[in-house]
């Protein structure tokens, strides 16, 4: 039976397929369009998914939305009733594509279907899962448990903006609910907005922002005091109650009260792009402790009410890696599940698993390590349509016959300080690079970062930058407990590797901080020697273990720098069309497509934007 799972119209819109609960495909509209973040109708990725499962659309039995849309709506009326007058601009914006678009899903879907091919309508089954269900059934039917405390956060679904619930065999069952407006997910977004960043996409970024703050400084105690004495009151169970008078986003245009928060705060609101400033490194440490505090009481609340031992977490909030790595560290349970697409593009596939398992009623079968296949969900490219793109580009291209050529040539432009685009196999399925579209270099190297940041990714330079690490040596570099194959927690690079930092370090300035050497591998070693951990296995990755593995033969270094493929403000490359584009506008020095390593026949010095270096 095939089940395909949709998520759009707001942002990240996905499809996924299931073959008997299996995986065919899964994929971003964003990687077909070359918009990052769309939220379109997901046409292009439904069509691939139904290629690659080599199948009309006629063949499919149920489609899935991940969410429901009348639910949503009612939130929204009620929302606007409430608080009316106020809010009426937002809605005057909201309400036309509500009554054009969202609210007529099935009309939309059909609409759109007639685009892709034929089918029965009387045949097709449309079914619709609450946005929580969703997230939920996408990480607890992922992963190798049996039974688990299933956490959802995340800004909003309908109602939920976290869910408690029981994953057993092929069931879910929610027991505790927090409602809007009260988010810890549009609480972290406002702070985003706050900090300069664009909500629902710069996240991140506070995220990466906040280790250059100190956290014993009065400052960020004396912001976390303010944030928790004003905006949010947090409880001992992880629940929340947020002070909707410093709030806009129930029914305004923008996330903040600018000026209650001025008065607050004693700063004004960042200006995108422009220098970061202290207060808003500070601000975005205080915002990154008290998430991590009530993710950790969240995740002791789950275990608590489920009684179980074992852990899985979905919602844009799971995406947290430092929240995540704490929780790790806490120990709190035997085991801890992350989704790799913990957004809302995975909540297309928790929607086809919450249809096979759940509506249908379906005999859960469990794979270990997981169901994800390594995330390796996407599009792959023969060798004979890679050569079909070349011509196009002013470049000269060398095949190899065998892959471990491929390695070991890569292998030694790595240990020379070249960076490299590596393009291989299946793209993969969430936000986050794992060596199939990845862009890679030597850890060592302690120029790599800024070179990394300004001239291939322009992107703010206090950014930092993850290590892919063979897993039979990463407990050697890291302090982790089991493995992190999805890039999805942060952890301690070990003392051994350490480098001393001065006496002034913690209250340094941010540009400071950014260029004081701190380990051996300065290239993935964030301000507080954490690191963002991918870690290598040959069973799902195995060219990306090998090319790792001849790095070590020929270094005795078993990382690389792995950063997503991608220009700044584009989505991750898809095609060898979209690598080769990023090649030639950036100074990457070696494309590696399949077996062809390809440069640059004219290569030029790409200028950087020194708006992009707020240092």
């Not at 046409?43 to 849309?69: M, W």
């Not at 440490?285 to 489920?306: G, M, P, W």
């Amino acid at each position: 039976m095939y089940v395909l799972g949709i998520s759009s119209y707001y942002h990240d819109s996905a499809a996924a397929l299931l073959k008997d609960g299996v995986i065919v495909a899964a994929a971003q509209e964003e990687r077909f369009t070359r918009k990052k973040h769309d939220d379109a109708f997901p046409q292009h990725a439904i069509a691939f998914c139904l290629r690659k499962a080599g199948i009309a659309l006629s063949d499919l039995e149920t489609i899935v939305f991940y969410d429901k849309p009348l639910l949503k709506f009612e939130r929204l009326l009620e929302t606007y009733m409430v608080n009316a007058p106020k809010g009426f601009r937002s809605f005057l914006k909201a309400i036309p594509l509500w009554l054009k678009q969202k609210l007529f899903f099935k009309r939309e879907l059909y609409k759109a279907l007639d685009g892709i091919g034929e089918y029965d309508k009387k045949k097709l089954k449309i079914l619709f899962t609450e946005h929580h269900v969703s997230h939920a059934a996408s990480t607890f039917f992922a992963s190798p448990f049996r039974e688990a405390a299933v956490l959802t956060i995340d800004g909003v679904g309908e109602w939920a903006t976290t869910t408690i619930s029981k994953g057993k065999d092929n069931t879910l069952t929610i027991l505790k609910e927090t409602h809007f407006p009260h988010s810890l997910g549009l609480f972290y977004s406002a702070i985003t907005y706050y900090c300069g960043f664009r909500v629902n996409s710069g996240e991140y970024k506070l995220m990466g922002l906040a280790p250059y703050g100190n956290r014993d400084s009065e400052e960020v105690a004396r912001l976390a005091k303010l944030l928790k004495d004003h905006l949010i009151n947090v409880y001992d169970d992880g629940s929340l109650f947020l002070d909707q008078r410093y709030f806009n986003y129930a029914t305004g245009l923008t996330m903040a009260q600018d000026k209650l928060w001025e008065e607050l705060l004693g700063f004004k609101k960042r200006e995108a792009e422009s220098p970061l400033d202290q207060p808003y490194i500070d601000l975005a440490l205080a915002a990154q402790l008290i998430t991590e505090d009530v993710v950790l009481l969240l995740a002791k609340e789950a275990l608590r009410l489920t009684g179980s031992d074992y852990l899985c977490l979905a919602g844009g909030v799971a995406l947290n890696c430092v929240a995540n790595g704490k929780l790790v560290r806490e120990g709190i349970a035997k085991d801890i599940y992350l989704q790799p697409a913990s957004g809302d593009c995975g909540g297309a596939l928790g929607a086809a698993w919450a249809a096979h398992y759940i509506y249908f009623g379906n005999e859960r079968s469990i794979t270990q390590p997981d169901s994800m296949q390594g995330a390796y969900l996407g599009t792959e490219y023969t060798h004979t349509e890679i050569a079909e793109a070349l011509p196009g580009f002013d470049v000269s291209a060398n095949y190899l016959e065998t892959f471990e050529e491929v390695a070991n040539q890569t292998a030694g432009y790595l240990k020379e300080g070249k960076i490299i685009g590596w393009f291989q196999g299946r793209m993969e399925f969430g936000p986050r690079a794992l060596g199939n579209r990845s862009i890679l270099a030597d850890a060592r190297d302690p120029g790599i970062q800024k070179r990394l940041n300004l001239s291939i990714k322009f992107r703010e330079s206090f950014r930092p930058f993850a290590p892919a690490v063979l897993e039979e040596h990463a407990k050697a570099y890291f302090g982790l407990r089991g493995t992190s194959p999805y890039m999805l927690q942060t952890q301690p690079l070990s003392e051994a590797h350490r480098l001393p930092l001065p006496p002034t370090y913690a209250n340094s300035a941010l540009g400071d901080k950014l260029h004081t050497a701190k380990s051996h591998f300065p290239a993935i070693t964030h301000v507080d020697f954490s690191a963002r951990i991918q870690t290598v296995h040959k069973a799902t990755n195995p060219r990306f273990h090998e090319l790792l593995s001849a790095f070590y033969e020929q270094t005795q270094c078993p990382m690389l720098v792995n950063t997503s493929f991608n220009l700044r403000g584009e989505p991750i490359v898809c095609s060898p069309s979209d690598a080769l584009h990023c090649l030639m506008n950036t100074n990457i020095d070696y494309l590696v497509l399949g077996n062809y390593i390809i440069k640059k026949n004219h290569p030029v010095e790409i200028v950087t934007n020194p708006n992009q270096t707020p240092d």
